[in-house]
């Protein structure tokens, strides 16, 4: 029986974790190619911190000025208790069609919503998540392995290739590291200190603290392609690390508060002008269809980057206020309200 009602950790303007507050609100209801979900679990990552607190502020244009839609969480793992008007898998190919019917475990990338009972969502951006794979697991997928494997297809990483990942202990980084070992890759990985061991047992030949490493002193023409994740070190740098034909893929905005990513850009655009070390920034998609890719490479084997820590519903704000200090390693999991 579904509820009237249901709680969610909602924000109504941009800040830290303290503006989350815990509400109840109507469960929504699905229109046509829509879904309703119970949510089992919700997998926080550095963009929910980032539209929390509105930072670079170029992103207000896009998601409101005053703040962002009200629920985080972003990628969600559960199971489907509504299908919109006309749709289920029996109901045809028509616009009003879903793939997913009452019962199935679903995983993807929605807009927001994971930190709430129950989300609705395009029927297209959810993934069937495989029998063996629990749901907490499903939940952490989406975004941050879809992201690393983007990455990797853009810096052209196939068996043999060798990688460095410059901020690799975060979800994003732990998934480039895991999925560049799974293409037989040869990975260096740098990260904190806390990582260490755990991009080892991804598969990362070396790590380093980046306390501690001057990439500076490193042999130029090392690498065939450079992931780099947190988007600090300078652009020169890194591009003097990949031989002539590789590329340094940016996936990490850099520091700047206002434009973000705009700035490191426009250098390394500027940089690659007649270089055969070329820069190349990666604007993710979201794609279910690489969700359930992923999805099945962890029900076949796949390890994927350690779950740090999981926080009940009812703790939400202190996992958010987790992930906004930037150390984790891994990935973090909120538990649904109802699971």
Known sequence: MIPATMPVWAQHRYGGPEVVALEQVPVPNPGPGEVLVEVAA????SAD?????????????AFGLRGPSPVRGRDVAG????????????????????PHAVGDRVAGELPGGGLGAYVVGAASALAAVPASVPLEVAATVPLAGGT???????????????????????????????????????????????SL???????????????????????????????D????????????LVRPGGLVVGVGGGTDRVIGPLGRMLAGAVQSVGSTRRFRPLAARTDAALTARLLALVADGLTPPPIERTWPFDEARAALAHIDAGHTVGKIIVTGAVW
Do not use: Y
Not at 42 to 45: A, E, Q
Not at 49 to 61: K, M, Q, V, Y
Not at 86 to 91: C, D, K, L, V, W
């Open 79 to 98: 199971v489907v208790v509504a299908v919109g008007p006309g749709a289920g898998p029996g109901a045809g190919a028509g616009a009003g069609a879903s």
């Open 229 to 240: 994740v947190v988007g600090t070190t300078p652009l020169r740098t890194l591009r003097r």
């Open 49 to 61: 911190a980032r539209l929390l607190r509105g930072d670079p502020a170029l992103i207000r244009l």
């Open 197 to 227: 061991e755990v991009l080892r047992g991804l598969g990362a030949e070396e790590v380093a603290d980046h306390r501690s490493v001057d990439l500076r002193t490193w042999a130029p023409d090392a690498f065939d392609a450079v992931v």
């Open 42 to 45: 919700s997998s926080l990552n």
């Open 148 to 194: 690393a494997w983007q990455a990797l297809d853009a810096g052209r990483v196939v068996h043999g290739s060798r990688v460095l990942v410059v901020g690799a202990g975060g979800g994003v980084g732990t998934f480039t590291v895991a999925l560049a070992a799974h293409r037989g890759a040869r990975v260096h990985a740098i990260g904190g200190a806390r």
